[in-house]
């Protein structure tokens, strides 16, 4: 590999660092010579001395990317001196000369081959590469680049294929601080990351993103309904319709896109990326239907006509303060807003028709130069993310004056650096370390609105905050609040999901949700969760966000009732464009797997079975075995697992969930599944309607740890056909035994004579049964 | 059973593993480093059902602990409760009559059985670990990591804990014993410096490179015949990605002992404490035994931090045998009356003797390697304190290694008298807590030998501890020293009579303390 190598320092020098390699030292008392830093070393700098059997480095190999100090479980190794690494090669943001009315992209990519391949010569190709982690799609980053750096686009849109199918759109619309380039090596290390979005966005620039193809015939016979055609949507309705679905998909927009065309203005996403997804879909046969929403209460009856139904509806409620004065006339949300501002930038509505508190007077043209109408057009903009600066700055195209009121810290706010930077120079104010305390009205109605009758909102009093620490809420200081003049406020705070849907989505939280527990064992050793956050990722946890993202992932790919699945903002609420799709894609890989069959059609029998054992002495997992062994007889595809290695992505991939358990406690005060087990059945994510069946080894009675076991996974929403406890006199035919009864329950006679010749046709054959 | 059951769910899409390319780890090597060292399958002690589900179990530990914890909670609420007769108090009694022995045949016969169970690390884990026995995942505590300007002096830095304490308990006659209160005072002083240091340093810093005994234990342990919890399948380990037993998984923490079974040569390092053994996601770890000494002649890798701290040890336990001398009491009198010292032990004999002793260990040794070494040895590795090698390391670092069993065999027969002559008044003392016992209990005057026998047992462990280190030194000579030196037959003539020459030294001490007696 050795992307960079001797080159690379030579240009670290060229970039104005020092001379000397990065000095390594490995701490011979500690190191036990596990070698977690030699496999993951991106420059082949560290090996192993035979002898002592403890690493040693290279240092004139080493570029200082610190990733061995991450990796090194005893804190054996410590790494001093510069990144050896090329100076980031810039992208230029635009800022139109006259702002008023022009909607181009103000960020630009790489316009040429030069900045491009500079740009790739700076990764590391690390062998563990963090920034996949990064990336809520998991984008094979390295191997893109890669491919740039061969120049290779075919290669790099296969690549990109495999895991998204936005790199347009994701490229213009991530925030990459806190996802891939937050969590590249040099960023890690303390350093500038690789532009990873400059270069995706360079690929899909250079050659567009293929159209859809049918990839499979898995779905050939399916007809599935996606409610939403936002990113979550498109990701559903691309994989279906690459499958060979025959997909509906319902928008309750007059166009599609969602979020995309209507929340993301032009200048960040120009209408043209936006569209692109859409394009292709109806040009590959995705039926659209605009202008029909779907509320809660229709979903039995799309359920009833299509095979499976994909929800991603999103979370479009916005969120309000609850303010004196907030239902004044001129305080609106940043949803009618920005559907308001895009219908008069791309001109088809006057802004006195749409938007008329803050339209000039009959006849007055925008002016560039505000204070010479003495602030006769302000908005106040509540809150100070990316929704608020997307306001804010598509306010100063409409020839407004936009102040942001956010009260939390600047160095804490979850605002996209660049995006506040490029508002800044727009003109936009924003005030950290501010909240409104109440909104006043001035005289009479604002005329020509429909809400005659109320006064309109006239003054805003802004009292100052104070934050601490990023993990605490910010304190409202006594002191007397600032009047502000203002036309309108628009709360720009964030959304929150539909109550109505979230009855019809169990688990799904209103709010963002930390993972709890034992992080995956992976993440930890890539090192990506280890050190301090960087500078460049604004001290952002980036390895604890990204694996936070990982829960929303897992949950999409569990039904959250036969055959209704969901991704999204719907199931996850606010959150990105990426999770969004990722999400779509991983409903949609387990739908097709579990083969949904609306009624009337028939259904196909089960196949693949999830065996899961919680054993103490090993009669457990016996039992587990024998009853594994005589489903893979009759040719289902059997996965036996103990319980602690079984979690949500486990539980996706089966549509039959075995769950045994040995029992606990006496039998005069009563018998229970095993503590373990009891913790994993009470953890449980939502089971959407899978079989599930129960068993249990016990040595006097298992009294009701059966109908615990049952209920904990019903709770859950599975659908608990079977049960049995065996004894320890027992014999293993017992475990045969309640096998071929789960036979009779899941697989109908004939499907599972189907079955069986299938089985007997492939490897495996049906040896076991004549056991 | 024919059964083509999918043992993992490879079916499921992650497109994360896609992306990782680790490079294979460096295998060369690995079979000459560890042939000599490893275990034998067949001493796996995990193999039988009932002892691997005792390990397993999370509160292995705890109750290990928890007797030695009421223990020694007791020994120092009767230093200040109890009756000031020390003979008489329990907290002394079992203190210096029985359990200062007992750790040390535990160290001879197990290795480092006593960490596993020690109330001292065990009562500042459970406070940094905020549990008694669960697995938890955030750690009370600054978490640090002992700095390596430190740490280097590994093995070291407990044999200067370990002088310091002596001197100290010389100096106040706690293990006399002396008044039972001194003895709670330094129970209270070792519990609070566990503390402050499990409090500021992460995992158990203190026991690796602070505690007292870490040193004596660790080096004398290496006779024992508990391997420790060691790989069952190397190539498992060096092909696992995550390794849970270092860093901890969700059913055990990473070793606390900076330790990796994957390349564990000797009991050393081991604590016992079985967090690998819970953590492997594998099963590849398991509790081995060992035949007696494996671990003193095993190991490639010799550590020059052990082999100070032997020759210091050394240097101390023959100090403690002099200071019994007459010859001793008549020095140690004159230089207090010079430096105006109030009492015994002069710090100025105590540390000059023991820096004596391990020079004699040592200059013995590097006139072995000026006489034998060969003229074509060339040393290219510089470094620190512990990395760097010489011609006089070459030799030093195996022969202290070989006088291991002397020094353990001295370190067991000094404690001997005070076990063999008072260890009965263990039971007038518990009577006397509840008020029933007094120094007038035949118990309590009841010695399990006279003087005369204990200095034929002391001689006879002596004899015994010479014999096991000429062996393990000729074995030492042959695999380490043979091959860098001239003349074979010198080289081993001579190791063999450094053995031979502190094993009478010891020995005829031995007698000439009872004759001082």
């Known amino acids: 590999m050795t992307v960079l190598d001797t080159a690379g320092a030579a240009q670290g020098t060229q970039a104005g660092q020092t001379n000397g390699h990065p000095h390594v030292s490995i701490f011979a008392d500690r190191c036990a010579g596990c070698q977690e830093c030699v496999v993951r070393c991106p420059e082949e700098a560290l090996s192993m001395n035979s002898e002592l059997w403890i690493a040693v480095a290279d240092e004139t190999k080493c570029v200082g990317c610190r990733q061995c100090v991450r990796t090194c479980p005893f804190s054996a190794i410590t790494v001093s001196g510069p990144l050896i690494v090329t100076a980031r090669t810039a992208v230029t943001t635009q800022h139109p000369a006259r702002i008023e009315g022009d909607v181009s992209e103000t960020r630009s990519g790489f316009s040429t081959w030069d900045e491009a391949l500079a740009e790739a010569s700076r990764c590391l190709s690390c062998p563990d590469p963090t920034c996949v982690r990064g990336c809520p799609a998991h984008n094979d980053i390295p191997g893109f680049i890669s491919a740039v750096a061969d120049k290779d686009l075919e290669r790099a849109h296969t690549i990109l294929r495999r895991t998204t199918l936005l790199p347009d759109v994701c490229s213009r619309v991530c925030d990459q601080s806190a996802q891939c380039e937050g969590a590249c090596s040099w960023s890690l290390a303390g350093g500038t990351p690789v532009a990873i979005g400059a270069i995706e966005r360079f690929i899909t620039e250079q050659a567009p993103v293929p159209p859809l193809a049918k990839t499979s015939s898995a779905g050939d016979d399916l007809s599935v309904a996606v409610v939403g055609a936002g990113p979550a949507g498109i990701a559903a309705a691309w994989d279906l319709a690459s499958a060979g679905a025959q997909v509906t998909v319902f928008e309750k927009d007059d166009n599609p896109g969602g979020l995309l065309r209507w929340g993301i203005p032009d200048f960040t996403l120009p209408e043209a990326v936006a569209d692109r997804a859409w394009d292709q879909l109806r040009a590959a046969g995705v039926t659209l239907e605009c202008g029909k929403e779907v509320a809660a209460g229709d979903l039995d009856e799309l359920l009833s006509v299509h095979d499976a139904v994909v929800l991603t509806v999103g979370a479009g409620v916005p969120m309000r303060l609850p303010v004196p004065g907030g239902d004044l006339n001129g305080v609106v949300d940043a949803t009618s807003f920005l559907h308001a501002s895009k219908a008069v930038l791309d001109g088809e509505a006057t802004l006195a028709s749409v938007l008329p508190l803050v339209a000039p007077a009959a006849g007055e043209a925008p002016q560039v130069d505000r204070a010479a109408t003495a602030g006769a057009h302000r908005i106040l903009v509540l809150g100070g993310g990316n929704t608020a600066m997307d306001v804010a700055r598509s306010a100063r195209r409409l020839g407004i004056e936009a102040t942001c009121v956010e009260w939390l810290d600047r160095r804490f706010a979850p605002v996209r650096p660049d995006e506040l930077a490029e508002a800044e120079a727009e003109g936009v104010e924003v005030r950290f370390l501010h909240t409104l305390v109440r909104l006043e009205g001035g005289d009479g109605p604002a005329p020509g609105t429909a809400t005659a009758g109320r006064s309109t909102v006239r003054r805003a009093y802004l009292a100052t905050t104070i934050q601490e620490s990023p993990t605490t809420l910010p304190k409202v200081q006594r002191a007397k609040p600032v009047e502000v003049p203002v036309d309108m406020v628009v709360m720009a705070m964030g959304y929150r999901n539909d109550p109505d849907f979230t009855k019809v989505l169990p688990g799904t939280p209103l709010k963002r949700v930390a993972p709890a527990g034992v992080p995956d064992r992976s993440w930890m050793a890539s090192g990506v969760l280890a050190g301090p956050a960087s500078p460049f990722a604004h001290s952002r946890p980036v390895g604890t966000l990204a694996l936070g993202r990982e829960v929303g992932i897992q949950a999409a790919a569990l039904p959250f009732r036969d055959r209704l699945f969901a991704a999204g903002d719907a199931v996850v609420g606010p959150s990105t464009v990426v999770e969004a799709m990722a999400q779509g894609r991983a409903a949609v890989r387990s739908l097709l797997a579990s083969q949904p069959r609306r009624p009337g059609r028939p259904t196909v029998a089960p196949s693949r079975v999830l065996v899961c054992y919680e054993s103490n002495g090993g009669r457990t997992e016996t039992a587990a075995r024998a009853i594994a062994g005589a489903l893979t007889g009759r040719g289902a595809q059997v996965t036996a697992l103990p319980l602690k290695r079984v979690g949500a992505r486990e539980l996706a991939a089966a549509d039959v969930v075995i769950v045994g358990s040995w029992v606990e406690g006496f039998v005069v005060a009563g018998v229970h599944p095993a503590r373990r087990a009891r913790d994993w059945l009470a953890a449980l994510p939502h089971l959407g309607g899978k079989k599930a069946a129960v068993f249990c080894t016990y040595a006097v009675s298992p009294k009701a740890a059966l109908a615990e076991m049952a209920a904990a996974l019903e709770k859950a929403g599975a659908d608990v056909v079977a049960h049995a406890g065996f004894s320890r006199n027992g014999a293993p035919s017992d475990a045969v035994g309640f096998a071929r009864e789960l036979l009779a329950l899941c697989w109908p006679a004939g499907v599972e004579a189907q079955r069986a010749q299938a089985a007997a046709a492939g490897a495996g054959g049906t040896r076991a049964v004549t056991r | ?517």
Not at chain 2, 258 to 269: K, Q
């Open chain 2, 1 to 517: 059973m024919a059964l083509s059951v999918q043992e993992e769910a490879t079916r499921i899409a992650d497109p994360v593993p896609v992306a990782v390319h680790l490079r294979p780890p460096v295998r060369k090597g690995v079979t000459e480093r560890f042939s000599s060292s490893d275990v034998q399958p067949s001493l796996e002690v995990t193999r039988f059902p009932l002892v691997a589900r005792l390990i397993r179990n999370r509160k292995f530990q705890f109750f290990l602990i928890l007797p030695n914890q009421i223990v020694f909670w007791a020994v120092v609420l009767l230093g200040f409760v109890g009756t000031a007769d020390p003979g008489l108090n329990f907290g002394t009694a079992i203190t210096w009559y029985v359990w200062f022995c007992l750790v040390f045949v535990m160290m001879v016969v197990v290795g480092r059985a006593w960490c596993v169970m020690c109330p001292f690390g065990g009562f500042a884990e459970w406070i940094q670990r905020r549990t008694f026995w669960k697995r938890t995942q955030k750690s009370l505590g600054l978490g640090r990591k002992f700095p390596a300007r430190l740490a280097r002096y590994g093995f070291l830095i407990p044999v200067v804990s370990f002088l310091i304490l002596t001197w100290l308990e010389e100096f106040f006659n706690i293990a006399g014993p002396g008044n039972p209160i001194a003895t709670s005072f330094m129970v209270i002083g070792i519990v609070a410096s566990a503390l402050v240091f499990f409090m500021v340093f992460e995992r158990r810093t203190f026991c690796r490179y602070i505690c007292p005994l870490s040193t004596l234990i660790g080096s004398v342990g290496s006779m024992g015949s508990v391997a420790g919890f060691r790989t069952k399948d190397r190539e498992v380990c060096l092909s696992c990605t995550t390794k849970d037993c270092m860093r901890g998984s969700a059913d055990g923490y990473g070793c606390p002992w900076y330790t990796w079974p994957g390349s564990a040569d000797s009991n050393l390092y081991c604590g016992l404490c079985s967090e690998c053994y819970k953590s492997c996601p594998e099963g590849n770890v398991g509790l081995f035994l060992q035949k007696p000494l494996t671990s003193v002649v095993a190991p490639r890798r010799r550590r020059i931090d052990v082999a100070w701290g032997i020759a210091l040890l050394f240097g101390l336990v023959l100090y403690q045998q002099f200071n019994a001398t007459n010859v001793f009491a008549a020095i140690d009198n004159w230089l207090n009356t010079e430096l105006h010292f109030p009492q015994y032990p002069n710090p100025v004999d105590y540390l000059g003797f023991i820096i004596v002793g391990a020079a004699l260990v040592s200059g013995v040794a590097w006139l072995v390697s000026k006489a034998f070494a060969n003229r074509s040895l060339r040393f290219d590795q510089p470094g620190n304190f512990i990395e760097k090698k010489s011609q006089f390391r070459t030799y030093f670092m195996p022969i202290a290694y070989g006088l291991i069993p002397i020094v353990g065999a001295d370190y067991f027969a000094r404690q001997l008298p005070k076990f063999l002559k008072y260890s009965p008044r263990v039971v007038p003392a518990v009577m006397h807590i509840f008020g029933f016992a007094s120094a007038k209990s035949s118990l309590f005057h009841l010695s399990i030998m006279t003087n005369g026998w204990i200095v034929f047992t002391q001689v006879a462990v002596i004899v015994v501890g010479t014999l096991a280190s000429a062996w393990s030194m000729w074995r030492i000579t042959r695999r380490e020293l043979v091959s860098v030196s001239r003349g074979h037959i010198g080289i081993y003539m001579s190791t063999l009579a450094i053995v031979l020459a502190s094993g009478a030294a010891t020995a005829v001490l031995y007698v000439i303390m009872h004759a001082a007696n």
